[in-house]
């Protein structure tokens, strides 16, 4: 809770062109915005949000093939900020070893399609020895069986990440693929893959900080139960339908236009650019109106059940 997240979609470049992301994800027509737009924009949220750490979160694409990426990085840690991505883990091991002085988390996700599940492992192992590493492993159905075996052989050899084997919908948000009732099972109890104890992050390197983690699920009779995004996505209770939502208060996110929205969800809609003059963030939470949430940010959002 100590933190505000900016969840940043900057541009469509990627070297990966898997068949279950959209095409507008990796069509490359989208090459960053400026470089001193996006300064100043980070700083506005840094200089608004002086109560809280400000954690920015970039995706794409494959932001590491962004011309800026270092200078943007090395600016938001000399500005307080904290900085991570989500990347599909493809860059040599020089470049990772070169640059993980700059990164404070790293979401890996491992692509089954284009991936090298060897090469994957190895860069998984480098960054942890010095950042907060979390893992998504996309599980295609019909390479299931290799994905979970590269999942427990993560787990089991690499202290101190979190992993997530992330079931697949149609272009992101459609209906889920089509899992036997085997793999629905291993989807639906993963919680041993999942870091359920903060020491399990404790690092003889480094305190490693944590952005994605469990939720605790408080029900009317104050029992509590601790769950994790891709197990509410899995046993399909992502739906908050009515309830009111604290994205915008808790999180934000940019769209590679350089838009300002809640949530991925769209709820709210647009309610500013990173070019505003006198760009303004939300300060009341907003009541749900879509049937299901997906995005692992959105989700992670305080929510409330409104009488």
């Known amino acids: 809770k100590q933190y505000f997240v900016v969840n940043w979609c900057f541009f469509t470049i990627c070297n990966f062109s898997c068949s279950y992301c959209p095409a507008d994800l990796h069509d490359g027509k989208h ?18 949000k002086k109560d809280k750490k400000v954690f920015f979160e970039f995706t794409g694409g494959e932001m590491t093939y962004y011309r800026s990426f270092v200078e943007l990085f090395t600016f938001l840690k000399e500005n307080g900020a904290e900085a991570g991505l989500i990347s599909n883990g493809s860059r040599t091991i020089e470049f990772w070893d070169n640059h993980k002085h700059l990164i404070d988390h790293i979401c ?8 090298d599940p060897d090469h994957f492992f190895n860069v998984v192992k480098l960054l942890n020895e010095v950042t907060t590493v979390h893992v998504n492993i996309m599980m295609l159905p019909e390479k299931f069986d290799m994905l979970y075996e590269l999942s427990q052989k993560i787990s089991s050899q690499i202290e101190g990440i979190s992993l997530a084997m992330q079931p697949l919908f149609e272009n992101m948000s459609g209906g889920m693929f089509k899992y036997t009732e085997e793999q629905k099972k291993i989807l639906d109890h993963q919680t041993l893959t999942w870091a359920t104890d903060l020491k399990f992050f404790q690092s003889p390197k480094k305190i490693k900080k ?21 197990e509410l996505v899995a046993r399909q209770e992502n739906n908050w339908f009515g309830w009111s939502c604290h ?24 309610f500013g650019n990173i070019e505003d003059q006198n760009f303004k ?10 049937k299901n949430c997906y995005c692992g940010l959105d ?9």
Not at 108 to 115: C, I, K, N, T, Y
Not at 281 to 290: G, Q, S
């Open 31 to 48: 090459r960053g915005l400026d470089i001193e737009v996006v300064k100043k924009f980070c700083l506005n949220i840094i200089e608004t």
């Open 108 to 115: 890996l996700s491992f692509h089954p399609e284009q991936g």
């Open 210 to 230: 944590v952005y994605r983690g469990e939720m605790k699920k408080v029900y009317a009779s104050s029992q509590e139960v601790l769950i994790n995004p891709p």
């Open 247 to 270: 994205i915008g208060i808790e999180n934000i996110v940019v769209d590679y236009h350089g838009n300002v929205l809640r949530g991925w969800c769209r709820v709210g809609g647009v």
């Open 281 to 290: 963030l939300p300060e009341k939470p907003i009541i749900c109106n879509v």
């Open 299 to 307: 989700i992670m959002a305080t929510k409330v059940k409104n009488e």
